[in-house]
């Protein structure tokens, strides 16, 4: 039955525990440095999405009101002639559009 064990010299190159441990170690440091990053770069991109989206709906008021004499009514009325929908913002947040006046903003 000992002729499956192979005997091991000390010559036999591995890694100790201690080693593993280290490696390990450092990877963690390196995630818990990348993971921040990530986080804080995914929450400018909604944000910059959003400002993006604003101002896109702001121009289709303005050429609306330029086309018509008058700001339309409510932000469905730029579709389908100005806009091909209305954007979805990010994170839950909405256009809150003031009709008198023209000017559209993010709550």
Not at 28 to 40: D, E, F, H, N, Y
Request: glycine share 6%.
């Amino acid at each position: 039955m000992a002729w499956f064990v192979k005997a091991l010299n000390k010559d036999e190159k591995g890694f100790t525990l201690i080693e593993l441990i280290v490696v390990i170690a450092i990877l963690g440091i390196l995630a818990a440095i990348a993971v921040p990053r990530v986080t804080g770069s995914l929450n400018t991109a909604k944000e910059n999405a959003n400002n993006a989206n604003l101002q896109i709906v702001q121009e289709a008021v303005e050429r609306y009101n330029a086309e018509n004499g008058s700001y339309p009514s409510k932000l469905d009325d730029l579709v389908p002639d100005y806009l091909k929908s209305i954007p979805t913002l990010q994170d839950g947040k909405s256009f809150d559009y003031n009709s008198s006046t023209g000017t559209v903003n993010i709550k």
